[in-house]
Protein backbone atom coordinates (compact mmCIF):
# COMPACT_ATOMS: atom_id res chain seq x y z
CA UNK A 1 0.00 0.00 0.00
CA UNK A 2 2.97 2.36 0.70
CA UNK A 3 4.29 1.70 -2.46
CA UNK A 4 1.32 2.20 -4.31
CA UNK A 5 0.81 5.60 -2.38
CA UNK A 6 4.68 6.67 -3.51
CA UNK A 7 4.09 5.74 -6.91
CA UNK A 8 0.57 7.96 -6.90
CA UNK A 9 2.67 10.87 -5.16
CA UNK A 10 4.61 10.84 -7.88
CA UNK A 11 3.03 10.82 -11.04
CA UNK A 12 0.71 13.51 -9.38
CA UNK A 13 4.03 15.29 -8.87
CA UNK A 14 4.97 14.66 -12.75
CA UNK A 15 1.34 15.74 -13.94
CA UNK A 16 1.78 19.16 -11.68
CA UNK A 17 5.26 19.85 -13.43
CA UNK A 18 3.88 19.41 -16.81
CA UNK A 19 1.02 21.77 -15.72
CA UNK A 20 2.81 24.23 -14.60
CA UNK A 21 5.66 23.93 -17.43
CA UNK A 22 2.10 24.07 -20.09
CA UNK A 23 0.78 26.83 -18.45
CA UNK A 24 4.01 28.97 -18.22
CA UNK A 25 4.34 28.50 -22.52
CA UNK A 26 1.03 29.26 -23.10
CA UNK A 27 1.48 32.51 -21.02
CA UNK A 28 4.20 33.34 -23.17
CA UNK A 29 2.88 32.13 -26.27
CA UNK A 30 -0.44 34.70 -25.54
CA UNK A 31 2.37 37.61 -24.36
CA UNK A 32 3.86 37.21 -28.37
CA UNK A 33 0.45 37.23 -29.62
CA UNK A 34 -1.10 39.98 -28.09
CA UNK A 35 2.04 42.53 -28.27
CA UNK A 36 3.58 44.02 -31.04
CA UNK A 37 5.49 41.60 -33.06
CA UNK A 38 7.87 44.03 -35.21
CA UNK A 39 9.52 43.27 -38.24
CA UNK A 40 12.04 44.82 -39.99
CA UNK A 41 12.89 44.06 -43.76
CA UNK A 42 15.66 45.23 -46.28
CA UNK A 43 15.13 45.58 -50.09
CA UNK A 44 17.47 47.15 -52.37
CA UNK A 45 15.97 49.74 -54.79
CA UNK A 46 16.11 52.16 -57.74
CA UNK A 47 13.69 55.25 -57.82
CA UNK A 48 13.09 58.73 -59.22
CA UNK A 49 13.04 61.29 -56.59
CA UNK A 50 10.23 63.51 -58.28
CA UNK A 51 8.13 60.13 -57.55
CA UNK A 52 8.56 57.86 -55.05
CA UNK A 53 5.70 55.58 -56.21
CA UNK A 54 8.10 54.61 -58.67
CA UNK A 55 10.76 52.47 -56.62
CA UNK A 56 11.69 49.20 -58.00
CA UNK A 57 12.84 47.17 -54.99
CA UNK A 58 13.95 43.67 -54.56
CA UNK A 59 14.40 41.80 -51.45
CA UNK A 60 17.94 41.43 -50.13
CA UNK A 61 18.77 37.87 -49.21
CA UNK A 62 22.40 36.12 -48.32
CA UNK A 63 21.55 33.49 -50.44
CA UNK A 64 20.21 34.59 -53.93
CA UNK A 65 20.35 38.49 -54.12
CA UNK A 66 19.80 38.99 -57.79
CA UNK A 67 20.43 42.05 -59.12
CA UNK A 68 20.19 41.13 -63.08
CA UNK A 69 16.79 42.90 -62.98
CA UNK A 70 19.11 46.31 -63.32
CA UNK A 71 20.85 45.34 -66.18
CA UNK A 72 16.91 46.00 -67.80
CA UNK A 73 15.79 49.57 -66.25
CA UNK A 74 16.11 52.81 -67.72
CA UNK A 75 18.41 54.38 -65.18
CA UNK A 76 17.50 57.77 -66.65
CA UNK A 77 13.94 57.09 -65.61
CA UNK A 78 15.39 55.46 -62.46
CA UNK A 79 18.55 57.44 -61.60
CA UNK A 80 19.16 56.96 -57.36
CA UNK A 81 19.95 54.16 -55.99
CA UNK A 82 18.96 53.45 -52.13
CA UNK A 83 17.95 51.12 -49.37
CA UNK A 84 14.02 50.46 -48.99
CA UNK A 85 13.19 49.88 -45.45
CA UNK A 86 10.06 48.20 -44.74
CA UNK A 87 9.03 47.63 -40.72
CA UNK A 88 5.64 45.34 -40.00
CA UNK A 89 3.46 45.44 -36.95
CA UNK A 90 2.44 41.72 -36.84
CA UNK A 91 1.43 41.92 -32.99
CA UNK A 92 -2.14 43.31 -32.05
CA UNK A 93 -0.41 45.86 -29.68
CA UNK A 94 0.42 49.23 -31.39
CA UNK A 95 4.11 50.40 -31.07
CA UNK A 96 6.38 53.24 -31.84
CA UNK A 97 9.29 53.16 -33.93
CA UNK A 98 12.18 55.37 -34.56
CA UNK A 99 15.47 55.63 -36.23
CA UNK A 100 14.98 53.30 -39.41
CA UNK A 101 19.08 52.68 -40.54
CA UNK A 102 21.68 50.51 -42.24
CA UNK A 103 23.74 48.31 -40.08
CA UNK A 104 27.10 47.88 -42.47
CA UNK A 105 29.69 44.88 -40.65
CA UNK A 106 29.12 41.01 -39.60
CA UNK A 107 29.06 41.93 -36.36
CA UNK A 108 25.53 41.41 -34.57
CA UNK A 109 25.78 45.04 -32.81
CA UNK A 110 28.31 46.59 -34.97
CA UNK A 111 27.74 49.05 -38.14
CA UNK A 112 27.10 52.61 -38.35
CA UNK A 113 23.14 53.99 -39.32
CA UNK A 114 22.06 56.72 -41.53
CA UNK A 115 18.92 58.56 -40.48
CA UNK A 116 16.60 57.76 -43.55
CA UNK A 117 14.90 60.67 -45.43
CA UNK A 118 11.65 61.48 -46.21
CA UNK A 119 9.47 59.99 -43.81
CA UNK A 120 7.83 61.84 -41.67
CA UNK A 121 8.10 61.67 -37.41
CA UNK A 122 6.94 65.10 -36.40
CA UNK A 123 7.48 63.67 -32.61
CA UNK A 124 10.42 62.22 -33.04
CA UNK A 125 8.32 58.56 -33.58
CA UNK A 126 6.29 56.68 -35.88
CA UNK A 127 3.08 54.59 -34.87
CA UNK A 128 2.34 51.67 -36.07
CA UNK A 129 -0.86 50.21 -35.36
CA UNK A 130 -1.56 45.94 -35.60
CA UNK A 131 -1.24 44.86 -38.56
CA UNK A 132 0.46 48.07 -39.82
CA UNK A 133 3.40 48.23 -41.94
CA UNK A 134 5.68 51.84 -43.76
CA UNK A 135 8.28 52.05 -45.69
CA UNK A 136 11.59 54.79 -45.88
CA UNK A 137 13.81 54.75 -48.42
CA UNK A 138 17.34 55.81 -46.92
CA UNK A 139 20.29 56.50 -49.05
CA UNK A 140 22.72 53.22 -49.32
CA UNK A 141 26.27 54.51 -50.70
CA UNK A 142 27.20 57.94 -48.32
CA UNK A 143 27.23 55.96 -44.89
CA UNK A 144 29.41 52.96 -46.72
CA UNK A 145 31.63 55.09 -47.97
CA UNK A 146 32.63 56.22 -44.21
CA UNK A 147 32.64 52.75 -42.94
CA UNK A 148 34.97 51.88 -46.24
CA UNK A 149 37.35 54.62 -44.81
CA UNK A 150 38.38 52.21 -42.32
CA UNK A 151 37.81 48.65 -43.91
CA UNK A 152 38.71 49.35 -47.24
CA UNK A 153 39.53 46.07 -48.53
CA UNK A 154 36.77 44.11 -46.66
CA UNK A 155 33.32 42.81 -48.09
CA UNK A 156 30.42 44.43 -46.00
CA UNK A 157 27.59 43.06 -44.89
CA UNK A 158 24.39 45.30 -44.93
CA UNK A 159 21.27 44.71 -42.37
CA UNK A 160 18.23 47.32 -41.71
CA UNK A 161 17.15 48.16 -38.52
CA UNK A 162 14.65 50.18 -36.84
CA UNK A 163 14.60 51.48 -32.76
CA UNK A 164 11.52 50.33 -30.89
CA UNK A 165 10.01 52.71 -28.59
CA UNK A 166 10.94 50.55 -25.72
CA UNK A 167 14.43 51.42 -26.96
CA UNK A 168 15.00 47.75 -28.00
CA UNK A 169 16.08 47.19 -31.58
CA UNK A 170 14.52 45.04 -34.07
CA UNK A 171 16.90 43.68 -36.89
CA UNK A 172 16.45 42.37 -40.54
CA UNK A 173 16.91 38.58 -40.42
CA UNK A 174 19.93 37.50 -40.74
CA UNK A 175 19.47 35.85 -44.47
CA UNK A 176 17.69 39.18 -45.41
CA UNK A 177 21.15 41.10 -46.11
CA UNK A 178 23.13 41.97 -48.56
CA UNK A 179 27.10 41.47 -48.95
CA UNK A 180 29.11 44.24 -50.49
CA UNK A 181 32.14 42.98 -52.39
CA UNK A 182 35.15 45.27 -52.49
CA UNK A 183 35.20 47.58 -54.75
CA UNK A 184 31.83 47.72 -55.83
CA UNK A 185 30.42 51.52 -55.17
CA UNK A 186 27.14 51.16 -57.09
CA UNK A 187 24.42 48.50 -57.35
CA UNK A 188 24.44 49.10 -61.02
CA UNK A 189 28.31 47.87 -60.53
CA UNK A 190 27.47 45.17 -58.60
CA UNK A 191 24.73 43.71 -61.23
CA UNK A 192 27.50 43.96 -63.51
CA UNK A 193 30.05 42.22 -61.88
CA UNK A 194 27.59 39.37 -60.57
CA UNK A 195 26.13 38.85 -64.27
CA UNK A 196 29.99 38.51 -65.86
CA UNK A 197 31.25 35.90 -62.97
CA UNK A 198 27.94 33.90 -63.64
CA UNK A 199 27.93 33.93 -67.49
CA UNK A 200 30.90 35.94 -69.11
CA UNK A 201 29.36 35.62 -72.79
CA UNK A 202 25.50 36.17 -71.66
CA UNK A 203 23.73 39.18 -73.59
CA UNK A 204 21.24 40.69 -71.36
CA UNK A 205 19.76 38.81 -68.52
CA UNK A 206 15.56 37.74 -67.84
CA UNK A 207 13.45 40.64 -68.33
CA UNK A 208 12.21 42.57 -65.47
CA UNK A 209 9.55 41.00 -63.07
CA UNK A 210 6.68 42.01 -63.21
CA UNK A 211 5.39 45.06 -60.17
CA UNK A 212 3.10 42.17 -58.42
CA UNK A 213 6.13 39.48 -58.14
CA UNK A 214 7.83 38.71 -55.47
CA UNK A 215 11.40 39.52 -56.47
CA UNK A 216 11.11 43.25 -57.86
CA UNK A 217 7.68 44.51 -56.95
CA UNK A 218 7.12 48.43 -57.73
CA UNK A 219 6.21 50.12 -54.12
Known amino acids: MAVQTDVLAVVLAILGLVTSAVSLAWQFITHRLTGARVRCEFRLAVHDEGNPAGTIDYLA ?5 DLAFLLNIDRNEYPHE ?3 ITVRNRGRTAVSVHSPVLLFGRGHYSGVGTRAQ ?10 L ?8 LTPLWPSLEDYRDTHP ?3 VTVRAAVQLGTGRWSRSPRWNRWTIPPGVLTLSQAAQALQASV ?11 DSGSARGSGT
Request: net charge negative; charged share 25%; glycine share 8%.
Open 61 to 65: SDRDT
Open 82 to 84: AAL
Open 118 to 127: GFDMPTGFCR
Open 129 to 136: EPGEAKQW
Open 153 to 155: DTA
Open 199 to 209: NPDAALPHQVP
